[in-house]
């Protein structure tokens, strides 16, 4: 890997601990390729202890770092972006190698993770507190905003950078420092932000990369180090839940980016075309593996025919194979258990009547690779209208009215992302109202920017990230009553 980069020192494979690279007291653990199976590094793992060390560095750091005006603080995270996109091959290089989407995906994903520490470099400066007029003649009330603490934060395999820029742009903008433990299945791409980090001139402790193999233990250290005042989790509900379990001894802050189910409907009225577009980058970006991938795709009786074709023709023109080939549209899954969860659905709606319209139907698995899948006949029963399938398995649902698919469409515990297609404006309106989902896309399928605010409802979630509402997540409020 390291002779594919044009600054093989980014390879890094240490944790970065109060500024310093060290090795793990519980030796290392592998990572692997996953389109070719072969370990690409051993990385540091880093024993509960160690995790407490850096908790008690960032403690130490928190309250210089606060100190730094925002101006200041605006600085360094500006060069931490501009290193992020002068890197930016290198980035995704690394990004793909551990992860398997194509590299172009990849590249774009730094571009969007990097996006964070732009904007929220700008946010650093405008975090304005408030005056209000008193209760009384001699009283005098101002509010202010202060950094919460020591921030930890757990992320998932599927975005390796992104997902932990949303939270560490924000945070260290806010005056917080950071202890990030990535997946162990991509630490490599958590790591090099940390080399980069240090590069940039972000004050040592600010901001610390924990990778360790035990996830379970670090999120005891996490919930249970006094010292650790928020926690901030991306990933599924089920260990969202366990997260705020333990949170709550210490009534800790949390924010918590969970599942997702996402609806993506298509009315009568639509555009059908550019739904197919929207179906197949919501669909199959990252080859499924995102939480507002279309997991269920309605459409209306009239077009439900047209719809099918016109997305088998263009999903049977995507080439699967290694995100490092060019040409590559679909990269592997991140292992074989997540090709099992896919075929399992698979084959859960063929046993209930479904018809594969395209897909291997052998279930023989290729290393990590799956053919992207369409099912039509799709039903209620079927296990992806309750589950996440996190792969390319495209169900399509007929439905007649729209009372009908908007009740169809909210019938889940997730509320995170969800699509429709239509021109209609009332209809637009209506739907939008209607549907029970912190993210709406309206004739698009590509809802995620850095300037708004994402995050998920109902078992989706807790708070937003992106905007200038992400940083209040980070942020105390404090209010002052003087008697003048
Ligand atoms: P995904 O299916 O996206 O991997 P998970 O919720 O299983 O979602 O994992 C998200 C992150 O949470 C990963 O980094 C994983 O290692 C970590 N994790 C899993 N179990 C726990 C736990 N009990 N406590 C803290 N973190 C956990």
């Not at 690409?40 to 309250?63: G, H, M, N, T």
């Not at 360790?212 to 233990?217: K, R």
């Amino acid at each position: 890997l390291a002779s594919l980069l044009k600054d093989p020192s980014l390879l890094e494979t240490r944790a970065y601990v109060n500024g310093a690279w060290i090795d793990g007291d519980d030796g290392t653990f592998a990572v692997d390729n996953p389109a070719r199976g072969d370990t690409i590094a051993d990385v540091a793992d880093l024993s509960r202890a160690q995790v407490a060390d850096a908790i008690a560095a960032a403690e130490k750091a928190q309250k210089e770092w606060a100190k730094w005006t925002g101006k200041e603080r605006a600085g360094v995270l500006r060069k931490w972006f501009d290193l992020m996109m002068e890197h930016q091959d290198d980035l995704a290089t690394i990004l793909t190698a551990e992860q398997g989407k194509p590299l172009a995906e990849a590249k774009g994903e730094i571009a969007y993770g990097a996006s964070f520490i732009e904007f929220f470099a700008e946010e650093a400066k405008r975090i304005y507190g408030e005056t209000i007029p008193g209760h009384q003649r001699d009283k005098r009330i101002m509010v202010m905003k202060q950094p919460i603490g020591v921030v930890g934060s757990i992320t998932p395999w599927n975005f390796p950078n992104a997902m932990i820029t949303r939270k560490a742009g924000p945070a260290l903008a806010a005056g917080c420092s950071f202890v990030a433990r990535p997946a162990a299945e991509t630490p490599l791409s958590a790591i090099v932000l940390g080399v980069l980090a240090e590069r940039a001139g972000i004050p040592a402790g600010v901001l610390n990369i924990v990778p360790s193999s035990s996830a379970s233990e670090v999120g005891k250290e996490m919930c249970e180090n006094p010292a650790v005042r928020k926690i901030t989790f991306t990933g599924s509900t089920e260990v969202g839940r366990i997260l705020l379990r333990q949170a709550a001894d210490q009534v800790m802050k949390c924010s918590m980016e969970l599942g997702g189910n996402a609806p993506f409907i298509v009315f009568d009225d639509a555009d059908l075309d550019a739904a197919v577009e929207g179906a197949i980058m919501c669909k199959f970006r990252n080859n499924g593996q995102t939480c507002v991938c279309a997991n269920r795709i309605y459409v209306q009786a009239g077009v439900y025919d047209a719809f099918a074709q016109k997305l088998k023709d263009r999903v049977s023109k995507m080439k699967v194979g290694d995100g490092l080939e060019a040409g590559t549209d679909l990269g592997p899954l991140i292992n074989s258990e997540a090709i099992d969860k896919v075929r399992e659905h698979i084959a859960d709606a063929k046993s209930k009547g479904a018809e594969i319209i395209l897909g291997d139907e052998s279930g023989s698995n290729d290393g990590n690779f799956i053919a992207p899948t369409i099912v039509t006949g799709a039903t209620r029963d079927m296990s992806f209208s309750t589950e996440e399938t996190f792969g390319p398995l495209a169900p399509l649902f007929k439905f007649e009215t729209e009372d009908d698919v908007i009740a169809l469409a909210n019938d889940t515990i997730f509320g995170l992302a969800s699509y429709f297609y239509a021109k209609d404006l009332s209809r637009v309106y209506k739907v939008a109202e209607a549907l029970e989902y912190g993210i709406v896309g309206v004739n698009t399928g590509i809802i995620s920017t850095e300037v708004a605010p994402f995050g998920g409802v109902k078992q989706s979630g807790l708070g937003r990230e992106g905007s200038h509402h992400g940083i209040e997540e980070f942020l105390e409020m404090k209010y002052v009553c003087m008697s003048v």
